[in-house]
């Protein structure tokens, strides 16, 4: 399988399991508590066990870590250097509330870095995935994948936040990276609309898993974007020694 086809693979994968759980969010489903509080529902479960399915169907012998097995079984205390993160359904608050802001996604990591991914936002049927060397997004089921690239830099930038950040953070991030515009969404889409050029920052200083973001960071880098650290350092992916936490982060288009 070509590089080029890994990225489509995946975003067939992805948008099988979007498929499989937007009947969920559209009738709601019962909520329940993982050990450190958070919410995971059948909607989590079902989608992830399909992805590792297929995965274990395209890509035998490449490892997974996954979201939903890592909270019930822990993570793994290594991991070789190429491996699938998979988060089934980031943004499961935003699920449970309705809201149409939540993804499925996967990654591909080859040496600490996110060389393939999809991100699928199904409550929209938007797909965005990496696209042999480039991005590109299918904007409706069924339509044609068009090329995806970060927006030019200067003028106003947008920034994309939480919704639950409080005003005093937002201000102390408006003054360190100078912007003054911003939306609030959930997940993980944040970095692909980066990436299709619709906005241009987003910092994050609070804490995520790797496969929160490994999928969009893959597609937003591939769209000529960049995820780093605080000051610019690499981000590196595969910290099994760490639970695979990732440390805070600003991901940029141009």
Not at 44 to 57: G, N, S, T, V
Not at 86 to 91: A, F
Not at 202 to 223: F, N, S
């Amino acid at each position: 399988m070509t590089e080029q086809n890994i990225g489509q693979r995946l975003a067939r994968i992805a948008e099988e399991a979007g498929r499989l759980i937007l009947p969920l969010w559209s009738a709601g489903v019962e909520v329940s508590r993982k050990a450190d509080e958070s919410p995971v529902t059948e909607a989590d479960r079902r989608a992830e066990r399909l992805i590792l399915d297929r995965l274990q169907e395209s890509f035998p012998g490449v490892p997974v870590v996954s979201e939903e097995d890592a909270s019930e079984f822990g993570t793994p205390g290594a991991i070789g250097p190429r491996f699938f993160l998979v988060d089934p359904l980031d943004g499961t608050k935003a699920f449970i509330r309705k809201d149409p802001n939540f993804t499925v996604n996967i990654a591909l990591v080859q040496d600490g870095r996110p060389i393939e991914g999809a991100v699928v936002a199904p409550a929209s049927g938007e797909t965005w995935f990496t696209n042999g060397g480039g991005a590109a997004k299918v904007a409706a089921p069924g339509a044609a994948p068009q090329d995806i690239r970060v927006r030019a830099g200067g003028g106003d930038p947008l920034a994309l936040i939480s919704h639950t950040m409080k005003p005093e953070h937002l201000a102390e991030l408006k003054s360190r990276y100078g912007f003054e515009r911003t939306e609030a969404m959930d997940s993980s889409i944040k970095l692909v609309r980066i990436a299709e050029g619709a906005a241009d920052i987003y910092p994050r200083h609070g804490p995520t898993m790797e496969w929160d973001i490994a999928a969009g960071d893959a597609v937003l880098r591939a769209a000529g974007g960049r995820l780093t650290g605080l000051e610019g350092e690499p981000f590196v992916y595969g910290k099994a020694g760490e639970g695979f936490r990732n440390g805070w982060f600003v991901a940029r288009g141009a």
